[in-house]
T-cell receptor, first 114, second 115 residues
């Protein structure tokens, strides 16, 4: 069975600090990987995705993630966070091919202080 | 353009009542998913439609849960004889093609509270 593990449940950073959120997955096959963000009071939005090619993926708002196949990891990074990045971040995986369900991690709540 | 629309946003029901949750996907989107999100958890898959066909219902927790998408657009998730453990946010997502690498676009969800 596929699973996703997010190591950090709650992260507090000051503005301009660097961010790295961990994500490890377990899946027996070729995968697609996603990071979604949920800002307070809003719906889940796609930050970035990886399905093939360059393992370093750039997304919106300066976020990036690196797929390391040997480590089954897809960590999210941002060099300098802003107060507006305060949100909940979810890593998700599905199997490559036809449309399939996403398996999500439990999420990481990021709080950025001024 | 319009996103995924879910109604109602909030639903309070007494234990034992039946509820129906509606999802209006993005126009033209082939794939539609339902997820359940408990407090402090990530969304968990319930069921998947490709057009009007329900191709995967492996995540439905019991036979009290039923979903349909009769004309391949609007979908309804019905929960019969609700129980307290059904309290959660129910999310609907749609994607444009029947490909797993297509991003799923989520609605705001319906927050269901069972008293």
């Amino acid at each position: 069975a596929q699973s996703v593990s997010q190591h950090n449940h709650h992260v507090i950073l000051s503005e301009a600090a660097s961010l790295e959120l961990g994500c490890n997955y377990s899946y027996g096959g070729t995968v697609n990987l996603f990071w979604y963000v949920q800002y307070p009071g809003q719906h889940l939005q796609l930050l970035l995705k990886y399905f093939s090619g360059d393992p370093l993926v750039k997304g919106i708002k300066g976020f990036e993630a690196e797929f390391i196949k040997s480590k089954f990891s897809f960590n999210l990074r941002k060099p300098s966070v802003q107060w507006s990045d305060t949100a909940e971040y979810f890593c998700a995986v599905n199997g490559a091919g036809t449309a399939s369900k996403l398996t999500f991690g439990t999420g990481t709540r990021l709080q950025v202080t001024l | 353009g319009a996103g995924v629309s879910q109604s109602p946003r909030y639903k309070v029901a007494k234990r034992g009542q039946d509820v129906a949750l509606r999802c209006d996907p993005i126009s033209g989107h082939v794939s539609l998913f339902w997820y359940q999100q408990a407090l402090g958890q990530g969304p968990e898959f319930l069921t998947y439609f490709q057009n009007e066909a329900q191709l995967d219902k492996s995540g439905l927790p019991s036979d009290r849960f039923f979903a349909e998408r009769p004309e391949g657009s609007v979908s309804t998730l019905k929960i019969q004889r609700t129980q307290q453990e059904d309290s959660a946010v129910y999310l609907c997502a749609s994607s444009s093609r029947d490909k797993s690498n297509q991003p799923q676009h989520f609605g705001d969800g319906t927050r269901l509270s069972i008293l």
